[in-house]
């Protein structure tokens, strides 16, 4: 049982920043890439804020680009978010993926959620 534990969300003002956290845990063989999307209120699918390979090369929507800061530490299956510069549009329910290895097959798992709400 694979599983990824999101944390870090909360309540800020426009301008402000929050570090979002994603533990990954279980039975797997290595994590290809790792993304954060995010759900907007009122919205039906979920939009990549950015990812992250195994290799570290990164990509972010354009929205986000220069505010936000997606890192990973394979030793620890981690992924982190630092999102500066909150606006809020950027209010949403922000999501961990990662695309797990087992015996050379790929799956493709998330999180529950962490709630970023940013006010003006």
């Known amino acids: 049982q694979v599983q990824l534990a999101e944390s870090g969300g909360g309540l800020v003002q426009a301008g402000a920043s929050l570090r979002l956290s994603c533990a990954a845990s279980?039975?797997?063989?290595?994590?290809?890439?790792m993304d954060w999307y995010r759900q907007p209120p009122g919205k039906q699918q979920r939009e990549l804020v950015a990812?992250?390979?195994?290799?570290?090369?990164?990509k972010y929507a354009e929205s986000v680009k220069g505010r936000f800061t997606i890192s990973r530490d394979n030793a620890k299956n981690t992924v982190a978010l630092q999102m500066n510069t909150l606006k809020p549009e950027d209010t949403a329910v922000y999501f961990c993926?990662?695309?797990?290895?087992?015996?050379?097959?790929?799956?493709?798992?998330w999180g529950q959620g962490t709630q970023v709400t940013v006010s003006s």
């Open positions: 993926h990662g695309e797990m290895v087992m015996r050379a097959y790929r799956y493709s798992y």
């Open positions: 990812r992250i390979t195994s290799g570290g090369s990164t």
């Open positions: 279980g039975n797997f063989d290595s994590i290809n890439a």
